[in-house]
C-alpha cells in the first residue's frame, strides 16, 4: 500500500538546516538564479520564466517599497487567481512586507472587518472588482490596470531589512466560532515547512505544481510556493475552476500535473469524476484537513498509481 500518513508538527525539523535564516521569497530568487529561463508560472495558456517572474514581482516590490511598505507592513490582496497574483505575492514579501488575503468571493462586511481589524492602507486587487471593494477604506492599487506606475522600478532584487522572524502572511480563520481571528506566520516557520516538504516528497525540476486552493487558506503557501523553490512548474487553475471536476481532471492531464493538494472529501469526488483514471501524470497526493477514511486511499489506489500522502 502506497499511502504514507504524516502528522506534522509546526516546530524546527532539525533535518531541514540549509536555509532556515532565509525568506520565502530568498527561496525563489535562489531558484531564479539557478533556472532563469526554466517555465516557473502557467496560466490559461501564458507563461513566465523564472526570470520574468522574478524581475516582474521586483518592479512591483520597488512600487511597494515606494508606498512605504517595509518589515511588518501588511498588504492586502484580493484577487481572482492569475499569474498577476504569483507576481503580487513574492512583491509584498520581497518589499518587506506581509500579505493578508481577501478572498472576492467573501461577503463585503467580512472583507471589511479583515481591512478595519489589520489596519491595511493598501489592497492589490483587480479592475474587475473595484466596484464591489469601493467602500473598503483602503487604497487600492490595480494589478492589471495600473501596472505601468511599477514600469520605472529596477527589475533587479529589491533589498529590504526583512529577516526570517518577520511576518510572512496573516490568514483569518473562517469565524465559525465567533469573531475572525488572523494567524500571523513567519518566514521562518514557512520555510521550515517548504524546506521539509520538499526534502520528505523529494520535489524536483521535474514536477508540476497544481494551484487551486484560495490565499485564503494556508494549504495554498505550499502549492504556491514548495514547486518555485525546488525548480518546478506552478500551473494556476482558471478562477473557479476548482468547482469543475472536468476542467480539474483536464487539467492535470493536459499540463501533465504531478502533485496537488486537497482534503479527503475533494479527493473522493474527484475520483468519482469520469476521466480520473486518466490522470497518469501524477505521482503524489497530499490530503489533509480532515480524516482520510481508509475506504477512500483503497479506492484511491483501484484507480490511480500515484502514492497518497
Known sequence: MRVLFVSIRFKRNSTVKDNIAACIHHLFENQAARSPDQVAVIFEGKTFSYSELNEKANQLAGFLQHQGIKPESLVGICVDRSLNMMIALLA??????????????????????????????LLLTQSHLVERLSS???????????????????????????????????????????????VMM??????????????????????????QTS??????????FEGLISGGKLVIAKPNGHRDN????????????????????VLQILMDTTGFEQCVSLRRVCSAGEALPVSIANDF???NKASLY
Open 246 to 265: 472536468l476542467y480539474v481532471i483536464d487539467l492535470i492531464r493536459l499540463q501533465n500535473i504531478t502533485t496537488m493538494h486537497l482534503s479527503p472529501s
Open 92 to 121: 509584498i514579501l520581497k518589499a518587506g512586507g506581509a500579505y493578508v488575503p481577501l478572498d472576492p468571493d467573501y461577503p463585503i462586511e467580512r472583507l471589511s472587518f479583515i481591512v478595519e481589524d489589520t489596519n491595511i492602507d
Open 301 to 303: 489506489f483501484h484507480r
Open 215 to 224: 490565499i485564503s487558506f494556508d494549504v495554498s503557501v505550499l502549492e504556491l
Open 136 to 182: 473598503l477604506k483602503c487604497v487600492l492599487f490595480k494589478l492589471d490596470t495600473d501596472w505601468e506606475q511599477t514600469n520605472r522600478y529596477q527589475k533587479v532584487n529589491v533589498d529590504s531589512a526583512v529577516t526570517a522572524k518577520n511576518l510572512a502572511y496573516v490568514i483569518y480563520t473562517s469565524g465559525s466560532t465567533g469573531v475572525p481571528k488572523g
Open 186 to 211: 513567519q518566514h521562518a516557520s514557512v520555510v521550515n515547512q517548504l524546506q521539509w516538504i520538499v526534502q520528505y516528497l523529494q520535489l524536483d525540476h521535474t514536477d508540476i505544481i497544481l494551484q
